[in-house]
């Protein structure tokens, strides 16, 4: 095992890979309990959803781990679970059966890109410049979402976004659960994100705001509901709207995808020459699961950016993955306990692996103006439009114009001209 997964090569051991899968588990644990409360509001069965997210995110995890040595989890897309009820279902009319028809289609178009090593292909253009952006403006990303689900950051009318009730019992808690991990960090304790997600869940529970279970075992919800619907609609997806639905499915997942995959290889310190080792067998995975995921009856599944969780706790290779893996097939029997883990309790978390993340920025020329802007762009734009692919798109499209405006043209690779023209038209016609 310890061959395999090159355990010696990358720095790591079996406990420091152990302990990453359980803390980036804990990290994304709540999209089984979210994910199926957004697309039940679609009409779809919410017990088969619970079991259909589970299952997902085991083959996703399992198949990155053992296919592509890659310390990442796998579960369905929580922008894109979103775009499926609101925007799909509820917004355009088109009925469940047909829009997850349109995920299944979407993932045999990915499977069909990444044999072809396109997808593979598209990420290594990508600049050094611009993949240390992308990392970074992950790391703003995902902080924000941090700040977010502490209840420290709200909604503003007025301004946008303000300062939350900091004085709220649960926004306490996660400014506490932040306060003690920071500590654990700063102290150099390896695995403080992992006990300060514990002791934040202990001190919830004690003081009233995380609920005790009430059971430990739960029953496994059918998946008959869901499961093998997309072969019953295929007929259904030569229809206009559907196209236009499939597409963005295709525009959203591949660059967030491609988003998480640059984060974890730059912190990981995986990354060689500006690629990503096995990048093509790792989107070959990532496509395969969100082809298994609508078969069960999800939406589309992408890899999670809560990954760097695991990796700022030492995970360095797929077995990392593996115990993610085995982390989802546990929760399958143990759902009661999966209340345990709320917003609150992981938001420390994320705000520290996102201070962690955004030091990628300082690899960035900051002196070289061309560079600045469209770096600049890709990563202020990911927290601002809650969106990591629309912060890599507007990158993309500057890029391309600044290198030309300094008559550096020839350094950009074709794929970066077409790209910034694909998105050019996307945003148009959005």
């Known amino acids: 095992m310890r061959n395999f997964f090159q355990f010696k090569e990358r720095e790591t051991n079996f406990q420091k890979e152990t302990l990453a899968g359980i803390t980036t588990f804990l990290s994304m644990a709540y999209i089984l309990v979210v994910n199926p409360i957004i697309l039940s509001q679609a009409g779809m069965d919410k017990g088969a959803l619970f079991t259909a997210t589970a299952l997902s995110a085991i083959v996703?995890?399992?198949l990155i781990g053992l296919m592509a040595n890659f310390p990442v989890g796998i579960a369905p897309s929580m922008g894109l679970n979103s775009f499926f009820t609101f925007s799909v279902v509820i917004g355009m009319g088109i009925e469940w059966q047909v829009a997850l028809t349109g995920v299944f289609i979407a993932g045999i178009i990915f499977m069909i890109l990444s044999l072809l090593k396109i997808r593979e292909k598209i990420i290594n253009v990508i600049p050094k410049d611009l993949k240390h952006a992308i990392a970074g403006g992950i790391g703003f990303f995902i902080a924000f979402i941090g700040l977010k689900n502490a209840g420290i950051v709200v909604g503003?009318?007025?301004?946008?976004?303000?300062?939350?009730?900091?004085?709220?019992p649960t926004t306490a808690l996660a400014a506490f659960?932040?306060?003690?991990?920071?500590?654990?960090?700063?102290?150099?304790?390896?695995?403080?994100?992992?006990?300060?997600?514990?002791?934040?869940?202990?001190?919830g529970m004690i003081v009233g705001l995380v609920d005790v279970p009430s059971s430990v075992v739960g029953e496994i919800p059918s998946l008959e509901p869901t499961f093998g619907v997309v072969f019953q609609h295929l007929g259904d997806i030569f229809r206009p709207?559907?196209?236009a639905v499939i597409f963005t499915f295709l525009f959203v997942a591949f660059f967030d995808t491609a988003g998480a995959l640059i984060a974890v290889a730059s912190q990981a310190g995986i990354m060689k020459d500006n690629k990503i080792p096995n990048a093509g067998r790792a989107l070959l995975a990532d496509s395969t699961s969100g082809v298994a995921g609508a078969i069960f009856g999800t939406s589309t599944t992408a890899s999670f950016v809560e990954s760097s969780a695991g990796v700022a706790v030492g995970g360095r290779t797929g077995f990392t993955s593996v115990v993610i893996s085995i982390c989802f097939f546990i929760a399958l029997f143990f759902s009661p306990v999966l209340g345990v883990i709320t917003p609150e309790v992981t938001a420390p978390a994320l705000i520290i692996v996102g201070a962690l993340m955004a030091t990628e920025v300082k690899e960035i020329d900051w002196s070289r103006f061309e560079i600045v802007v469209?770096?600049?762009v890709t990563i202020i734009m990911m927290p601002l439009t809650f969106s990591v692919a629309t912060g890599i798109a507007l990158g993309f499209i500057l890029y391309p114009f600044a290198m030309i405006a300094k008559r550096d043209w020839k350094q950009v690779h074709p794929i970066m001209y077409t790209l910034g023209g694909l998105f050019i038209m996307y945003f148009v016609f959005l």
């Open 60 to 62: 996703g995890s399992l």
């Open 374 to 376: 469209p770096a600049f």
């Open 156 to 168: 503003s009318e007025e301004t946008f976004v303000s300062i939350g009730q900091l004085t709220s």
């Open 177 to 203: 659960g932040f306060i003690i991990t920071l500590m654990m960090l700063v102290r150099g304790i390896r695995g403080g994100i992992f006990y300060g997600i514990v002791v934040t869940s202990i001190i």
């Open 241 to 243: 709207e559907v196209l």
